[in-house]
């Protein structure tokens, strides 16, 4: 008999990868429209470099202490759920696995298969039972602090880069345009790219991540240069 081959699915990469492309996202946007602003209002290359390089620090940081926070707290929500379940299996067994039962009924089964499910399922592992079909827990979607944080540092990093490298090489006076240049192919193409991985529509992806940088960069560059006139 031929072995059948494990199916890869998209949702295994959701966890990385909605912290990988909200870090990188964050980090051109950010540091860009940062930038943007700074030289509208002060076009001298080492102030400009100066506030972005702050920027992709402050942004790195931050983005890790949000997204452990955040992520912690899941985590401890669910946690709280599994020592909740563990305490009703040991007062009250039966009704655990009448709850099994009804839920596999719900989903189509006859009462007396359901039943011969749930039976099965608490006798191999009753808690990961109700971990899965009632809480809707699994391996591929559980909680992980560390993980989110380190991806979403990393990328805003990586990200908040590419205006940096614009600034650098761009001529003094042509900051602006190169930097808002370098984003939105930034941003373009990290649209593209997450919805290949995540098997999206491309073209509405980028049009999505690209309008919203534009929205930004011409925002803080108004601001930049009204503040600029003032002061």
Do not use: C
Not at 14 to 25: D, S
Not at 111 to 140: F, N
Not at 178 to 200: D, E, K, R
Request: charged residues 15%; without cysteine; hydrophobic residues 55%.
């Amino acid at each position: 008999m031929k072995q059948r081959v494990k199916e890869k699915h998209l949702v295994e990469r959701v966890g990385w990868l909605r912290a990988a492309i909200m870090g990188a996202n964050d980090g051109i946007v950010s540091i860009a429209s940062l930038v943007v602003g700074v030289a509208a209002a002060n076009p001298a290359r080492g102030d400009v470099l100066l506030a972005g390089i702050a920027g992709l620090m402050a942004g790195a940081m931050s983005m890790a202490a949000g997204e452990y926070v955040s992520v912690s707290s899941q985590a401890d929500t669910e946690k709280a759920d599994l020592a909740r379940e563990r305490h009703e299996h040991e007062i009250d067994p039966e009704g655990e696995l009448m709850e099994l039962a009804g839920i596999y009924q719900s989903r189509g089964l006859d009462a007396k298969l359901a039943m011969d499910v749930a039976r099965q399922m608490m006798a191999k592992d009753g808690i990961a039972a109700h971990a899965r079909d009632e809480l809707g827990l699994s391996p591929v979607n559980i909680a992980q602090p560390l993980q989110a944080a380190a991806t979403s540092a990393l990328m805003f990093a990586l990200g908040a880069a590419l205006p940096l490298l614009a600034i650098l090489w761009a001529p003094v006076n042509a900051i602006i345009p190169a930097v808002g240049a370098a984003a939105l192919l930034a941003l373009a193409i990290l649209g593209g790219f997450g919805a290949h991985i995540g098997g999206a529509p491309k073209v509405r992806a980028i049009t999505r991540v690209v309008f919203w940088g534009v929205v930004a960069m011409v925002a803080t560059a108004l601001i930049g240069r009204l503040v600029g006139a003032v002061v």
